[in-house]
T-cell receptor
């Protein structure tokens, strides 16, 4: 089945710095890659997603890049703020029928 | 729309008891997913349904776990008998249709088995 690897598991940055989280996937047929943010005690919520026909997508301070050849995709957060502190999950659709998540990255933004 | 609704939000039970978790997906969504979240194993897919039909239950840990979706607006996840290692947060999520689409999660059901 699909295997999604996510790194790093924890990330600490200073407010205003950038944060990058990387994921790899195993199924070359995967074609949809969402990113979810989960605050403590809350549900995962979609923050950005990308489909395989696009190499990069931006939404204000958040961007996602996709390298289909290498089966890598990354989340970039610029000008980080304390409210960005959360656990971030990457995911990949597998076989067009279900979604598998990475293990998560705990991001801490220090003021 | 009220989003994906799960109940109960919290459940504390004793080992050996039956546990039933409930989910109401977003109206019009055709796919429903049950995930389990623990610190050790992260978000694990247990089972998902398309148009009320179970498609893949390979993630269900063992026969103690069962899930049903009798109609488009209701699903249950049952654990019988429950064990302490079942303690986790169980999330239900739904999407508009099968295939690569946005999942909307419920608030989760936190289960503690003593």
């Amino acid at each position: 089945g699909e295997n999604v690897e996510q790194h790093p598991s924890t990330l600490s940055v200073q407010e205003g710095d950038s944060a990058v989280i990387k994921c790899t996937y195993s199924d070359s047929a995967s074609n949809y890659f969402p990113w979810y943010k989960q605050e403590l005690g809350k549900r995962p919520q979609l923050i950005i997603d990308i489909r395989s026909n696009v190499g990069e997508k931006k939404d204000q301070r958040i961007a996602v890049t996709l390298n289909k050849t290498a089966k890598h995709f990354s989340l970039h957060i610029t000008e980080t703020q304390p409210e960005d502190s959360a656990v971030y999950f990457c995911a990949a659709w597998y076989n067009n029928n279900d979604m598998r998540f990475g293990a998560g990255t705990r991001l801490t933004v220090k003021p | 729309d009220a989003g994906v609704i799960q109940s109960p939000r919290h459940e504390v039970t004793e080992m050996g008891q039956e546990v039933t978790l409930r989910c109401k997906p977003i109206s019009g969504h055709n796919s429903l997913f049950w995930y389990r979240q623990t610190m050790m194993r992260g978000l694990e897919l247990l089972i998902y349904f398309n148009n009320n039909v179970p498609i893949d239950d390979s993630g269900m840990p063992e026969d103690r776990f069962s899930a049903k979706m009798p109609n488009a607006s209701f699903s249950t996840l049952k654990i019988q008998p429950s064990e302490p290692r079942d303690s986790a947060v169980y999330f239900c999520a739904s999407s508009l249709r099968s295939g690569a689409n946005v999942l909307t999660f419920g608030a989760g059901s936190r289960l503690t088995v003593l």
